[in-house]
């Protein structure tokens, strides 16, 4: 095969022709050797634009031909090599070309990195994916494809996107909803995540932060980066997770003490059910389904400690453990929002469905390096499961929750008023 370049005295039209009879043979090489004499066409255009044309007089222009230069250029994630003129100010020093720098500016070589590594091409497998093996346009040596750049740029690409998404703005999202939940990692590594759902039912992966454990100082680091971020703290919000203290501890120190929490319902269940013989499941599962469909969270709270006590002879620990967390289980229900809207809500399955995208985007990684690397990869993958999200099911029934937020942060801020009186008289 011969190199990709394009020769100063063959013209772009001729080089296009040439590969049109062959387009049968492969289709692949023609539309590059199009492509290839159609930039070649542009960079000519632009060296007469500098300079005049060829072996003319003109002493108005900015500068003069300074001989031919190859250069390389991404295509299918990988390189071709390019020969172009090179133009030289009548001032000194060179001048670039428009076209050449144009489409030098698109990163596409990361970006194909980015793609194929979010689908789970490993980098040995990288050139095999992006070039045909016997095709015309075979990976040659020094074409960028080997696993070494393409984990380069996959690490340059994916640091420059987490660096921005971590920064960016959150003060124009009318953030009703957040979910936090954690990933680990490996033994003491453990990565924070969380996602909101604004006030149409869209839903916006927020942040991710590394820490040992999935304790009341990451979760504190976590919201602080929220905040900074333009998270107003004064707003009442309902935030949703799988019942961790550290998080309850967190959210209720950063958002005030009356700050609705709802404990993930589906977490609860399984938890209970777990720990309990067979014989019992379907009466405990159907009693706890069934308190948690009721409108009244008075008689959901009744139902469900009359089951506690039913098992206070057959499993006493799994009564006591029916009853941890009584309130933060009934959140949606004591809010008053309706049946489907509670159902979107009363679990993690939104934060929990994007870590299913985290481990499928990751699970190639064999080896973590550090902290940093998890971040990257976490973040890359939770940005690449934004793409699928789909707007919340009961997002015509979001202004309920709103009124029901707004009434609960009235009530609670009136009593806040009332108690320091009271002390005082």
Known sequence: MTKSTTAAGVAPAAIVEEAWQQVGASFERFCLTAGIATLAGMMERDAAGLCGVRYGRDDGRDGYRWGRTKGKLGFHAGKIELERPRVRARAGGEISLPSWEAAMAEDWLGQWAMNLMLIN???????????????????????????????????????????????????????????????????????????????????????????????????????????????????????????????????????????????????????????????????????????????????????????????EQQAPGVAASILEGLDEILTVIRLGLPAELRRSLACTNIIENMMGTVRRVCRNVKRWQDASMALRWTSAAMLEASKGFRRLKAYKQLSALQTALAVHQAKHTADSTVEPAAEAA
Do not use: Y
């Not at 009703?176 to 990933?183: A, H, K, M, N, T």
């Not at 005030?256 to 014989?279: M, S």
């Not at 405990?284 to 009721?294: F, G, T």
């Not at 008075?298 to 089951?307: F, M, Q, V």
């Open 121 to 311: 091409v490993s980098t040995r497998k990288f050139g095999r994916a992006v070039r045909l093996p016997g095709g015309d346009v075979p990976a040659e040596n020094g074409a960028g494809l080997s696993k070494s750049a393409a984990s380069r740029r996959f690490v340059a690409l994916s640091a420059e996107r987490m660096k921005e998404w971590m920064a960016s703005d959150l003060s124009k999202l009318n953030l009703l909803v957040i979910q936090i939940d954690g990933i680990h990692i490996e033994e003491d590594l453990v990565l924070l995540a969380a996602v909101g759902v604004d006030g149409v039912g869209d839903k916006h992966p927020l942040a991710v932060i590394e820490g040992a454990t999935e304790n009341a100082s990451v979760a504190q680091a976590l919201l602080d980066n929220l905040i900074e971020r333009g998270l107003d703290p004064n707003v009442c919000r309902l935030f949703v997770i799988d019942g961790a203290k550290a998080l309850t501890k967190a959210i209720r120190k950063t958002f005030g003490r009356h700050t609705p929490i709802q404990r993930c319902q589906i977490h609860k269940a399984r938890n209970i059910i777990e720990r309990l013989p067979k014989p019992l499941h379907a009466s405990v599962r159907k009693a706890l389904r069934q308190a948690w469909e009721l409108d009244d969270a008075d008689k959901a709270e009744r139902l469900i400690r009359n089951l506690a006590r039913r098992l």
